[in-house]
């Protein structure tokens, strides 16, 4: 699977920025989608998350720090999963990487099989 992650930029604090990691290669809707993200100087961090097709209906799932403020969601018609960020903060300023698992989803990088090259968000405050 190739993973092309796009929609990163400047927003100031408070703002929206809709990310977009599209896939190619393989039966898209057979792969959970994560979204991880790393500010310089940490480690990479999971942000959400979403199951594959077969598995409880795409269900979802959020790092505390962006519950109520992000959605992720998917269109396997598309083979498109996206990343909708609202209320912005500083502390959101990071690469984001869209990763992409067979038949499941996880909160650790490692579990992932294919990455995407990585979208930089930067947010002013």
């Known amino acids: 699977v190739q993973l092309q992650a796009s929609g990163g930029g400047l927003v100031q604090a408070g703002g929206s920025l809709r990310l977009s990691c599209a896939a190619s290669?393989?039966?898209?809707?057979?792969?959970?989608m994560g979204w991880f993200r790393q500010a310089p100087g940490k480690e990479r961090e999971f942000v959400a998350a979403i199951n594959w097709s077969g598995w409880s209906g795409g269900s979802t799932y959020y790092a505390d720090s962006v519950k109520g403020r992000f959605t992720i969601s998917r269109d396997n018609a598309k083979n498109t999963v996206y990343l909708q960020m609202n209320s912005l903060k500083p502390e959101d300023t990071a690469v984001y990487y869209c990763?992409?698992?067979?038949?499941?989803?996880?909160?650790?990088?490692?579990?992932?099989?294919?990455w995407g090259q990585g979208t930089l968000v930067t947010v002013s405050s």
């Open positions: 290669g393989r039966t898209f809707s057979n792969y959970g």
């Open positions: 990763a992409a698992r067979l038949f499941g989803t996880s909160r650790h990088p490692h579990e992932y099989d294919y």
